[in-house]
């Protein structure tokens, strides 16, 4: 039972990290990667479809994103996604490609993006914590139950806080090295 409790708690925290990477991977830094178009749909046949089931996403070079359709029709309505889209690109056409280039980050972006960043990280942890006071909650009830005894309950305490702190730590690791690569010109 309580290991039950510990591997769900485990799970739930590596889950809310794994959604913090994907959340981080979105907050563009100075250079391109494929990565930042993923959450683009486009219309295809009266459809909302991601951006890469209906083009070849590319990196023509450090500050640009080439994106090639499939089909030739769908040009116009690619770089209208991506012009629309919340990232603030300006995407050309260049024959049978939509070349996106990154503009190159000012200061003040790069503060508000920090900002943004921390935030993630904040609500991430707010989670992890949230699910050490649910794997608490459920100890204290098998407690209740008489189906563990008080030291087990401490102990089996103990253990769900030392996953938190390794969890929280985790989260601080990422939170450095996406302001760093923020910070980095």
Request: charged share 35%; hydrophobic share 40%; aromatic share 2%.
């Amino acid at each position: 039972m309580i290991a039950d409790v510990k591997k769900t708690a485990d799970q739930k925290m590596h889950k809310t990290i794994e959604a913090l990477k994907a959340e981080f991977s979105k907050v563009r830094t100075g250079r391109a990667h494929t990565g930042l178009l993923d959450h683009i749909t486009v219309d295809y046949y009266g459809t909302p479809t991601p951006i890469n089931r209906v083009a070849n996403l590319t990196l023509l070079d450090a500050r640009t994103i080439g994106v090639t359709p499939w089909e030739k029709n769908m040009l116009p309505k690619i770089e209208k996604a991506i012009r629309e889209s919340d990232l603030g690109l300006n995407p050309a056409t260049v024959g049978d490609t939509v070349r996106v280039p990154m503009p190159p980050l000012t200061e003040e972006r790069r503060k508000e993006l920090i900002k943004v960043v921390r935030h993630e990280a904040e609500n991430a942890r707010v989670a992890i914590r949230n699910v050490r006071r649910d794997a608490i909650a459920h100890l204290k009830d098998l407690l209740k139950e008489k189906k563990i005894s008080e030291d087990e309950e401490r102990r089996a305490q103990d253990d769900i806080q030392k996953l938190t702190d390794r969890h929280i730590a985790e989260i601080d690791k990422i939170l450095q090295s996406k302001e760093a690569d923020l910070m980095a010109v």
